[in-house]
């Protein structure tokens, strides 16, 4: 939307997540993807109700315990399949980097909207919890 990667370095964990062509769509769709659609290609793992997040890595941490040697070899093993080394990522940076300094008047000005838009919503928000939080006391 705004001529820009949005990924950076997220380009080089989700090539290790997902295949290229979710990955791709994902990068260059400009769609706004809800936690719940990024379950179904596997970019989030798991989507909690506002509020729940620390019960639910409780929950996460909790159902892993059991089988905690098993995990840990996994991860383990995944980390040598899936690499990601400080030259990979030094060099999708630089390229990120690149590109966001080769940016247009045209898409600057889009990205100022858009971060005046999302200050906008999370100031509603705080009202919005401000006003939660009085009518329960």
């Given amino acids: 939307m705004v001529n820009l990667d949005p990924g950076g370095c997220?380009?080089?964990c989700l090539e290790k997540k997902v295949c290229n062509r979710v990955r791709e769509g994902l990068t260059v769709s400009c769609r706004l993807d809800s936690a719940d659609d990024m379950i179904v290609p596997v970019v989030v793992d798991r989507v909690g109700d506002h509020g729940s997040g620390e019960a639910e890595i409780g929950n996460v941490i909790q159902a892993r315990s059991r089988s905690r040697n098993a995990m840990a070899g996994i991860a383990a093993a995944r980390r040598c399949v899936h690499k990601?080394?400080?030259?990979?990522?030094?060099?999708?940076?630089?390229?990120?980097?690149?590109t966001a300094l080769s940016l247009g008047s045209r898409d600057i000005k889009l990205m100022q909207r858009l971060v005046s838009r999302q200050n906008d919503l999370r100031q509603t928000a705080r009202q919005d919890d401000g006003v939660m939080a009085r009518s329960l006391h």
Avoid at 84 to 98: A, I, M, P
Wanted: hydrophobic letters at 50%; proline letters at 0%; a negative charge.
């Fill in 10 to 12: 997220a380009e080089s």
């Fill in 84 to 98: 990601l080394d400080y030259e990979e990522l030094l060099g999708v940076v630089d390229v990120w980097v690149d």
